[in-house]
């Protein structure tokens, strides 16, 4: 405090700050509650962004650029599959420079000397659907090679690796070596091989030998130059009965449980991006309403309303800045933990951007509080009066 | 107690903010655990529904219906188990079905089996189902013969069964052998041959696990509830959206804690009061309780009765269900968190001396 008596504006942190030593209990919970809603937040975008990259990684990083789906299987690479006189068509349509069967399938396979599942897509090597995040290694090039998902490298799919698919009773085993791993290409949160079209149908027969044949899930199309992917995709669903052609964006966008899962967390988390600023601007109304007289009297021995809305911003501030650092711990162990093997990493993009976008709406919210004290009248010291309700 | 509702009435407006927080907080708590139900709810309904005591999976499916495949050969060796009493075939299809009169497609599960579940009849003649109420939803009604898969295969609806969905896609329960047909005719790579299933129901008595699978050598039996367990997803999702539910609880305990400890700072004067003239301690407190509770059960009605509406808004597409159990629970819950919050102002009110009561009360 200034030797007059009065508050000057470098008071304002002062009171701030003298404040808070005073009520630790009050403002610790605050910003307990505040940190816990943050990492609410930052782990629900985590979980969102791993939830979508993770289940369909492998479709959005292949080379197709359109993919062409059984109109029945509602855009489920699970329950495609191409019949060859689609097959045959598809390749006739304006704009198609290539077209490739694509086959996708859950194996049960021995990697690492441990039994796990695995996702094989099989593509014609050379030709698209290809894995394009290639970080290290190369293509396969020959029939047994693969590439696998780098996020699973340490689970027995690291380069040099062999992973056996299991096969059922009277099926014969297939085995791949992984010869590169691609970024950012798992499926369904499991570990992926990309490999030979020819394996993938091995595979196939290997869980199933009673299979009378072996169709692709979806056929891959490379454009030709020039031409515009979601017009040849318009141009095949129209052309080829029974078949429903998405670029690769289309493809990823509609997944089964893309949408939802997005608008589910999309309710979930403005919800909590309203409740943080409310709980911060509920806290700082309440203790203004408190401290009335003191405010009043503060006023009324010369300290400028700047000064004292000053300190009260700067305990918001500091509150939110607080729960922020404390949501980050939370976040970083979380994801240290594992987080259910989604691989949820701690970025600090998202933790900045989440922490400043709580900052201002707290800061909007307080301005209810701050409204009040600039409506004090210091006169209203001398009649024992404090904030207007 | 009467001192704490009149406050209440008197002067709403000082526990509108406490209130609107907890409203968000439990609308929250119940979308997060309606997706939470509905996920569970939607995938499992198929296999919650079975009448089993064991269900036996082929060993290299890692507990996978999907994946799993037993012959004859399998099955004659689980019947020849000591203590089975009966055994079934299952088998399950995921395909979209065209209905008729409606653009959409629906996604519906078949499913192929033997030994009737809970609230299924006996199976349907071959070529007709008994199809989960579900449906209607997607506009199939009693007798419209649905085009399963590429192959448009016919099924016959004959009646409705409920909660027998299987990987939030419809059940439509028919013969094995109508299962087969559909599943050869529609998946060529995923054929069955007569007499192979995917999985087999028992019904039996003692450890059938380990007996069933050390006579066979090529199986991996479950219980019907680890079967549930193992299906994907099942166990992350709940583990993931308890931790969100139950740290959302911790927040509703903050918040409740906080709101009333400031509360009971601005009373100090009066409770001084209250108790000079011989109120106790236990007496207030029990008002501050009453005041948390009051304030969470309002919050939880409208915040009931929106996430009511949020549910009529979303798309059918979010697999959001909002059960008795689960508002029973989210009440429950918001009650122990607002008694438990309100208890951190137990300590300020003990501590209230009432002779502090003589010159300082306002």
Request: with cysteine; proline share 4%.
């Amino acid at each position: 405090m200034s030797p007059a008596g009065a508050l000057c504006h470098s008071d304002g942190v002062f009171l701030a700050l003298n404040e808070m030593r005073r009520a630790k209990v009050r403002f610790g919970l605050l910003a307990g509650a505040v940190g816990l809603l943050v990492f609410l937040i930052l782990f629900q975008q985590a979980l969102l962004s791993g939830l979508v990259n993770q289940f369909i990684g492998a479709l959005k990083n292949q080379s197709a650029d359109v993919l062409v789906y059984n109109s029945q299987a509602r855009k489920n690479l699970e329950g495609s599959i191409i019949l060859p006189d689609q097959q045959a068509a598809i390749e006739t349509v304006d704009g198609v420079a290539v077209s490739a069967p694509l086959g996708e399938g859950t194996f049960t396979v021995i990697a690492g000397d441990e039994e796990q599942d695995a996702v094989v897509f099989g593509y014609r090597l050379g030709g698209p659907g290809e894995p394009t995040t290639l970080i290290e290694g190369r293509l396969p090039e020959v029939p047994g090679e693969a590439v696998a998902s780098s996020r699973n490298a340490e689970d027995g799919f690291d380069i040099g690796d062999t992973v056996e698919l299991v096969p059922n009773l009277g099926g014969v085993a297939t085995t791949f070596q992984v010869v590169g791993l691609a970024e950012e290409i798992n499926y369904s949160v499991s570990p992926v091989l990309f490999v030979d079209f020819a394996d993938y149908e091995a595979a196939r027969r290997g869980v199933n030998p009673d299979a009378t044949d072996v169709l692709p899930s979806v056929i891959a199309v490379r454009v030709a130059d020039g031409a515009v992917a979601e017009q040849v995709a318009g141009a095949i669903s129209e052309a080829v009965d029974g078949t429903e052609a998405l670029t690769r964006q289309q493809a990823v966008d509609g997944s089964p449980g893309v949408a939802s899962v997005r608008q589910s967390f999309s309710v979930i988390l403005l919800l909590f991006y309203l409740v943080v600023p409310l709980v911060t601007g509920l806290f700082f109304l309440i203790v203004t309403f408190q401290k009335a007289g003191a405010l009043t009297l503060l006023r009324a021995i010369g300290s400028p309303a700047g000064t004292l809305v000053r300190s009260l911003l700067i305990q918001v501030v500091i509150v939110v800045l607080a729960g922020a650092a404390l949501a980050t711990v939370l976040f970083w162990l979380t994801a240290r933990g594992g987080a259910g093997g989604l691989g949820i990493t701690v970025e600090p993009k998202p933790v900045i951007a989440t922490t400043l976008a709580v900052l201002v709406l707290s800061l909007l919210t307080s301005l209810a509080a701050a409204r009040r004290v600039l409506r004090i009248d210091p006169i209203a010291a001398t009649t024992g009066a404090g904030v207007q309700v | 107690m009467n001192l704490a509702l009149t406050e209440l009435r008197r002067r709403p407006s000082r526990f509108t903010v406490a209130t609107i927080v907890l409203t968000f907080l439990s609308l929250l708590l119940l979308l997060l655990g309606g997706l939470l139900d509905g996920l569970y709810l939607g995938s499992t309904g198929a296999i919650r529904a079975q009448d089993a005591d064991a269900i036996v999976y082929s060993e290299t499916a890692r507990d996978s219906f999907l994946r799993s495949r037993l012959t004859s050969d399998v099955r004659d060796a689980v019947e020849g188990v000591d203590g089975v009493d009966m055994v079934g075939g299952l088998g399950f299809t995921l395909l979209g079905a065209v209905v008729p009169g409606e653009r959409e497609l629906a996604d519906v599960a078949i499913v192929g089996y033997e030994l009737a579940p809970d609230g299924v009849p006996d199976p349907p003649p071959a070529g007709h189902a008994w199809a989960d109420s579900t449906l209607q939803d997607a506009g199939v009604s009693i007798g419209d013969t649905l085009l399963l898969g590429p192959a448009a295969t016919p099924i016959v609806v004959d009646a409705w069964v409920d909660d027998t969905n299987y990987l939030q896609q419809s059940g439509l329960w028919v013969t094995l052998d109508t299962w087969r047909a559909v599943q050869n005719a529609n998946r060529p790579d995923a054929f069955v041959v007569e007499g192979v299933v995917q999985v087999l129901v028992v019904r039996g008595d003692g450890d059938l696990r380990s007996t069933i699978d050390t006579a066979t050598g090529t199986t991996s039996t479950l219980t019907r509830e680890e079967a549930v367990n193992a299906l994907p997803g099942v166990e992350q999702q709940r583990s993931t959206f308890n931790a969100i539910i139950f740290s959302t609880l911790a927040v509703v305990l903050a918040v409740v804690g906080l709101f009333f400890s400031l509360l009971t700072l601005e009373r100090i004067g009066l409770y001084g009061v209250l108790k000079a003239i011989g109120a106790s301690t236990r007496r207030l407190f029990g008002g501050v309780v009453v005041q948390a509770v009051v304030v969470a059960v309002i919050a939880f009605v409208i915040g009931g009765s929106l996430a009511a509406l949020v549910d009529r808004a979303l798309s059918g597409d979010v697999p959001l269900q909002l059960t008795i159990g689960r508002y029973a629970f989210t009440f429950a819950a918001l009650v122990v968190a607002a008694v438990l919050g309100s208890a951190i102002s137990l300590r300020r009110v003990t501590r209230i001396d009432p002779a502090s009561a003589i010159g300082s009360a306002t």
